[in-house]
């Protein structure tokens, strides 16, 4: 049912009558910085990420204006909340950054919407297919990979190491994780927890039910597909772990904020495992260094994790300035220079070139990122995306219904059908 995902984009069609007004006046005033041949020297770009994510891009961005002195940067950035809120209202309006960083979840509905333009400027050569493949739509290719990536989990080596106890090893089960956290929370003091609760989050669940057969949660066609019986067993689990206070309480997991050092569960000491790309890993190590490790997902019949991309750079559609826009992100991906910048901030680089040129030099925080890529590589499920709309379902639409879940708002099986619902008025 698309109605819900038409009204949205309605809605900040309308809301974004003013910004049209805006982006006149701001093209208006551009044009006095235009070259002879009419077009902007000016290119805008917008990212979501960590401090250090945010240090490297924008000192390849001035590596890129010394090589190209008529190029001037408008920078827009945050973290990721509230970046989609503010992508969606722009690109609405016309009105987006010319280089937009995005992200596999959201890839679909952009390009199914006209939103991203096809790029046919930068060289893929030296990337592996299959990653050039995750940002074709329709056979044509409209985001360029910046980094390969694993999904699995991210835990505090040196409390393990003070606790005196094992360390989790990929190869590792659910049930071997379960376990784990039952024995390690009574040596904790109050108030610090083994796990985050993953009640709310859909991707950690996904692994979860792709390690049990059941596939991913939309099948191919973009259908509801989470099964039902794997779900109400995930979800159960959880709500033993809450009772025997293994997990966060509900209150403390949604008041997360991701990456911030004072409100992340993991970098305020809150808890001592959590998910993670790895691609994420830096946001971790470089605010104390030496303390977290990665490990592949764990597995049941099957194995829990995947490759996936870790972002994507699109162009925007309106974009006046396509071609300079399609330059910038072939250097970003194959300049040495701009590589040695940027390391693994965005992931493991995808130029395999520049890869065998970088991993003789990788220090431990790469070669944890690369070690989770190549640990996940062998048995990895298949990277689904999901259909359009599945990243609004996924950030806030299962989000809500797990928090009425921890919260003893709604009883399972009740969940179970709102999610049904949920998906319905949201994907597709």
Request: net charge negative; glycine share 6%.
């Amino acid at each position: 049912m698309r109605k819900n995902t038409c009204k949205k984009w309605l809605v900040l069609l309308i809301a974004s009558v003013l910004m049209l007004s805006l982006a006149a006046c701001s093209a208006s005033s551009n044009n006095a910085n235009s070259d002879d041949n009419g077009s902007s020297g000016k290119l805008r770009i917008v990212w979501w990420g960590s401090q250090e994510r945010h240090d490297a891009t924008v000192k390849v961005l001035e590596l890129y204006k010394e090589k190209n002195p008529d190029i001037t940067f408008e920078m827009e950035y945050s973290g990721w909340d509230g970046y989609w809120d503010k992508l969606a209202t722009q690109s609405a309006a016309k009105n987006a950054p010319d280089i937009i960083q995005m992200d596999a979840q959201f890839f679909q509905e952009y390009a199914s919407r006209n939103q991203l333009a096809e790029l046919d400027k930068v060289n893929t050569t030296d990337i592996d297919q299959s990653l050039v493949d995750s940002g074709k739509y329709n056979d044509k290719l409209y985001s360029i990979a910046l980094g390969n990536n694993a999904y699995g989990l991210v835990y505090n080596k040196s409390v393990f190491e003070k606790l005196g106890v094992p360390l989790p090893e990929a190869g590792w089960t659910w049930d071997d994780l379960f376990n784990m956290a039952k024995e390690i929370q009574p040596k904790l003091e109050e108030g610090k927890y083994v796990l985050r609760d993953f009640t709310y989050d859909a991707s950690i669940y996904e692994m979860y039910q792709l390690s049990k057969g059941k596939g991913h949660l939309s099948k191919e066609d973009g259908s509801f597909n989470i099964d039902k019986e794997t779900w109400l067993e995930w979800v159960n689990i959880f709500s033993e772990l809450r009772e025997l206070g293994v997990v966060t309480p509900p209150d403390v997991t949604v008041s997360e904020q991701e990456y911030d050092p004072k409100q992340d569960l993991l970098l305020n000491n809150t808890v001592l495992i959590k998910q993670s790309f790895a691609a994420q890993f830096p946001s971790y190590d470089s605010v104390q260094p030496d303390t977290y490790e990665l490990v592949k997902a764990p597995r049941s019949e099957e194995a829990g994790g995947y490759l996936k991309p870790s972002m994507f750079w699109a162009v925007s559609e309106h974009s006046k300035n396509k071609e300079e826009a399609q330059k910038f992100i072939d250097f970003f991906i194959n300049d040495p220079e701009a590589a040695e910048i940027l390391g693994v901030t965005r992931g493991i680089p995808v130029s395999n070139t520049i890869l065998d040129s970088m991993k003789e030099n990788f220090g431990q925080s790469e070669l944890s990122q690369l070690t989770l890529i190549e640990e996940t590589a062998p048995d990895g499920q298949i990277f689904n995306g999901g259909p359009k709309g599945w990243g609004d379902f996924q950030n806030n639409g299962y989000r809500q219904v797990g928090e009425e879940l921890s919260f003893g708002q709604i009883e399972p099986e009740a969940a179970y059908e709102q999610l049904k619902k949920v998906f319905e008025d949201m994907v597709n």
